[in-house]
């Protein structure tokens, strides 16, 4: 494992919260607080559903205008997954015609957005591996963007993600942000073969989950241990199965990880242990970009190209 120190950037300032974040990230206000704890009293069962839905209900944010722009050179389409509908678009440079793709063949690197994230909020890669020689395919997890659904836990992002894989032929590596990194490592525990993966911020899940979300939403313990229960057995996967010990046990590939001393949402202190887990292969530390900015910094940028190479 190597690790770099901070990269120079024209961007490394204190980052902007321009986000508007969900209540199970900045804590419920006071009225939502009086309804569940109601709810707990009076009708507990009820409590219990609605502390699901808002653990697992992402808000959609307004695509900006850059990312909109970055959209109109891709290829749209939507696929299935399970019972949703998966936005998703490929960029493929010099490898398509007016008429799509050359062939179905082609050296494909897949980005996969975070929670509460876009497809296109990591556009700023695409022109960088385009010049390598590599179709880029984004999309948006259930729940997302332009995907359908309202419900989007780690089992319907990793299975979005499996089956992008599939529809658009065997891939030579993944780029993930945040969440998108759990459900990148989970999707390889179960099959999806990715040889290179690079992380940019990713996302670490915490030992005191339970206690996180009964802080945040304000409800009783025994409240968020049937929520853990209810989930595990709607979907065969416990909180417990997402901590770095487990997610990223035994993997081997090639990684690459980007992680900002400034991110608030995934502290610099969290990383060792995915890296004690996952060894990379290079850790690059960055200065004052974020948990976001850091996917347009143009250094962050060609760093992770690099690390790919040329595709052919």
């Given at each position: 494992?190597?690790?770099?120190?901070?990269?120079?950037?024209?961007?490394?300032?204190?980052?902007?919260?321009?986000?508007v974040?969900?209540p199970?990230?900045?804590?419920?206000?006071?009225?939502?607080?009086?309804?569940?704890?109601?709810?707990?009293?009076f009708?507990?069962?009820?409590?219990?559903?609605?502390?699901?839905?808002?653990?697992?209900?992402?808000?959609?944010?307004?695509?900006?205008?850059?990312?909109?722009?970055?959209?109109?050179?891709?290829?749209?389409?939507?696929?299935?997954?399970?019972?949703?509908?998966?936005?998703?678009?490929?960029?493929?440079?010099?490898?398509?015609?007016?008429?799509?793709?050359?062939?179905?063949?082609?050296?494909?690197?897949?980005?996969?957005?975070?929670?509460?994230?876009?497809?296109?909020?990591?556009a700023?890669?695409?022109?960088?591996?385009?010049?390598?020689?590599?179709?880029?395919?984004?999309?948006?997890?259930?729940?997302?963007?332009?995907?359908?659904?309202?419900?989007?836990?780690?089992?319907?992002?990793?299975?979005?993600?499996?089956?992008?894989?599939?529809?658009?032929?065997?891939?030579?590596?993944?780029?993930?942000?945040?969440?998108g990194?759990?459900?990148?490592?989970?999707?390889?525990?179960?099959?999806?073969?990715?040889?290179?993966?690079?992380?940019?911020?990713?996302?670490?899940?915490?030992?005191?989950?339970?206690?996180?979300?009964?802080?945040?939403?304000?409800?009783?313990?025994?409240?968020?241990?049937?929520?853990?229960?209810?989930?595990?057995?709607?979907?065969?996967?416990?909180?417990?199965?997402?901590?770095?010990?487990?997610?990223?046990?035994?993997?081997?590939?090639?990684?690459?990880?980007?992680?900002?001393?400034?991110?608030?949402e995934?502290?610099?202190?969290r990383?060792?242990?995915?890296?004690?887990?996952?060894t990379?292969?290079?850790?690059?530390?960055?200065?004052?970009?974020?948990?976001?900015?850091?996917?347009?910094?143009?250094?962050?940028?060609?760093?992770?190209?690099?690390?790919?190479?040329?595709?052919?």
């Open positions: 494992m190597s690790v770099s120190g901070p990269l120079p950037t024209r961007t490394a300032r204190p980052p902007k919260r321009t986000n974040r969900s199970v990230q900045r804590g419920a206000p006071p009225a939502l607080r009086w309804t569940l704890g109601t709810l707990e009293r009708a507990p069962a009820a409590a219990v559903r609605m502390t699901d839905s808002l653990i697992q209900s992402p808000r959609r944010h307004q695509r900006p205008d850059w990312e909109a722009d970055a959209l109109k050179g891709s290829w749209p389409r939507m696929i299935r997954s399970g019972e949703q509908r998966i936005a998703m678009w490929e960029w493929l440079g010099d490898l398509g015609t007016a008429w799509g793709r050359l062939d179905e063949d082609l050296p494909t690197i897949v980005l996969v957005h975070g929670w509460e994230g876009r497809g296109s909020q990591m700023r890669l695409v022109p960088a591996l385009l010049e390598k020689g590599w179709r880029v395919v984004a999309f948006d997890a259930p729940g997302h963007g332009d995907s359908t659904g309202r419900n989007a836990g780690l089992p319907a992002f990793q299975n979005a993600l499996r089956d992008v894989i599939d529809a658009v032929g065997p891939v030579a590596g993944v780029i993930a942000h945040s969440f990194a759990i459900a990148t490592a989970s999707a390889m525990q179960r099959g999806s073969r990715i040889p290179k993966v690079a992380y940019v911020g990713p996302g670490i899940w915490t030992d005191d989950t339970e206690a996180h979300f009964k802080d945040l939403l304000g409800v009783r313990s025994r409240t968020i241990r049937r929520v853990m229960a209810r989930q595990a057995e709607r979907t065969g996967m416990r909180w417990t199965d997402l901590t770095p010990e487990r997610v990223y046990r035994g993997r081997t590939e090639p990684l690459l990880v980007v992680h900002d001393h400034n991110d608030n995934v502290p610099i202190e990383l060792e242990r995915l890296t004690t887990t996952w990379p292969d290079r850790v690059v530390r960055t200065e004052g970009l974020g948990h976001r900015r850091i996917l347009r910094d143009p250094h962050v940028v060609q760093t992770v190209a690099d690390w790919f190479g040329p595709a052919r």
